[in-house]
């Protein structure tokens, strides 16, 4: 799935895309010209050979800490797609199987929680457990567990009642045969999907939470936080908010460009795709081959 994804346009944007996000957010810290939190030059420079990017209020060099910023940006969000996927996922594959009891009970913890307002509650659930990274990470994938939970459980009721599952259960199949044999097929392209999406949603919430505080403690550099201290100054840097803001619609859109290019690829319609890509690539390579064999028999025979 992942190797056909990439055979469209805009599967290969979000893999140059996601490339660079991903190689920032693990060595962005060792790439960082200055330590992220010291005092390096005077306040509110504009780029500069020495700064590319400038100072902040501080004299903190800015191009260090987005870089220093990008790892717990980016795999704050991948803690959250991870949260949310074993939280929503397995339930929702789960409910499909194991009797009306568990159905009914999931159902209505998934309403529940979709009923939630979603910074009242992280806030709430930093209030309560402490206002640190984890404790936000955890809020956050608790609360986009149930797009997860619904794309699992509608994936998984369209293949619990196919013919050839019916069929596995009347053998005498285990559930656990059943849904790795059957239904990872079937499932795993629609949740590879919405692991994509949550990822762009995480890093928006990830960023909005940093920007207001929620978190993170000074002086730790984040997208959000960087966004939240220009913001401040800019009458000063009109256009030092533009960094932060292009870096996180950058990985935003590979995420939801990524999400694209698997539906596309996905499903009957996803193969007649392909085969019709490569019976035009083929066609031109055919083309570019009778010309130049064409261009050869014209210049053996002049």
């Not at 990470?137 to 567990?145: C, D, N, P, W």
């Not at 619904?150 to 998984?156: C, E, F, I, K, P």
């Amino acid at each position: 799935m992942l190797r056909n994804a990439v055979r469209v346009p805009s599967g290969r944007i979000a893999a140059v895309l996601l490339g660079i996000i991903f190689f920032l957010a693990v060595f962005g810290p060792l790439l960082a010209p200055y330590p992220a939190n010291n005092t390096v030059a005077a306040q509110l420079e504009g780029p500069s050979g020495a700064h590319l990017l400038g100072t902040d209020y501080v004299g903190r060099d800015v191009l260090s800490r987005m870089l220093a910023g990008s790892t717990l940006s980016v795999l704050g969000a991948l803690m959250v797609v991870v949260i949310a996927f074993v939280v929503g996922a397995i339930p929702g594959l789960l409910s499909v199987y194991l009797g009306r009891v568990f159905e009914w009970v999931s159902l209505r913890v998934v309403d529940t929680m979709i009923a939630l307002p979603f910074l009242v509650f992280a806030v709430a659930m930093t209030a309560l457990l402490g206002n640190g990274v984890v404790q936000s990470m955890f809020a956050v994938g608790i609360l986009l567990s149930p797009v997860f939970f619904r794309v699992a459980r509608s994936s998984a009721l369209s293949v619990a009642q196919s013919q050839y599952v019916e069929a596995a259960s009347l053998s005498g199949a285990s559930t656990a045969w059943v849904m790795r044999k059957h239904f990872l097929a079937k499932v795993l392209p629609p949740i590879s999907i919405a692991l994509s999406t949550t990822m762009a949603t995480g890093l928006v919430v990830i960023a909005s939470l940093t920007f207001l505080g929620i978190g993170v403690q000074p002086p730790t550099a984040t997208w959000g936080g960087i966004l939240a201290a220009d913001l401040q100054y800019i009458a000063i840097q009109p256009l030092a908010p533009l960094v932060p803001v292009v870096v996180i619609l950058a990985a935003v859109l590979g995420c939801n460009l990524f999400a694209d290019a698997v539906r596309d690829v996905s499903g009957e319609a996803g193969r007649q795709l392909l085969s019709a890509r490569a019976a035009r690539k083929a066609g031109q390579v055919t083309l570019i081959s009778r010309a130049l064999i064409g261009l050869r028999k014209g210049g053996e025979l002049g």
